[in-house]
Nanobody, 121 residues
Framework: QVQLEESGGGSVQAGGSLTLSCAAS??????MAWFRQPPGKEREGVAAIDRNRRSTYADSVKGRFTISRDNAKNTLLLQMNSLKPEDTGVYSC?????????????????WGQGTQVTVSS
């Protein structure tokens, strides 16, 4: 059974940094991604990475966020720098992709519970 456990969320001021971690067990996924759901909005793709560590980023986070993976530990990371209030939301990791574009939420079959990130101005 696939299990995903996110950690690292919290509250920071604008300009601060956070690192999110997603530990996966029960399955080694060739593609992994981070999504977020801002308050009152739809879930949106943040960053994705494949088994060869090729990454894709949403335009809104390019240059500020870095996605990485540790294949030996089956762990996904998201380093978030220069955080803005609009980065606030529940961040979830996703695995088991279906061949759709990497930042499309329909591309993933398994999701973590999510971790809250709050950025204050």
């Amino acid at each position: 059974q696939v299990q995903l456990e996110e950690s690292g969320g919290g509250s920071v001021q604008a300009g601060g940094s956070l690192t999110l971690s997603c530990a996966a067990s029960g399955y080694t996924s060739p593609c992994m991604a981070w999504f977020r759901q801002p308050p009152g909005k739809e879930r949106e793709g943040v960053a994705a990475i494949d088994r060869n560590r090729r990454s894709t980023y949403a335009d809104s986070v390019k240059g500020r966020f870095t996605i990485s993976r540790d294949n030996a530990k089956n762990t996904l990371l998201l380093q978030m720098n220069s955080l803005k209030p609009e980065d606030t939301g529940v961040y979830s990791c996703a695995v088991m992709c279906l061949g759709l574009p990497p930042l499309n939420p329909r591309n993933y079959r398994r999701w973590g519970q999510g971790t809250q990130v709050t950025v204050s101005s």
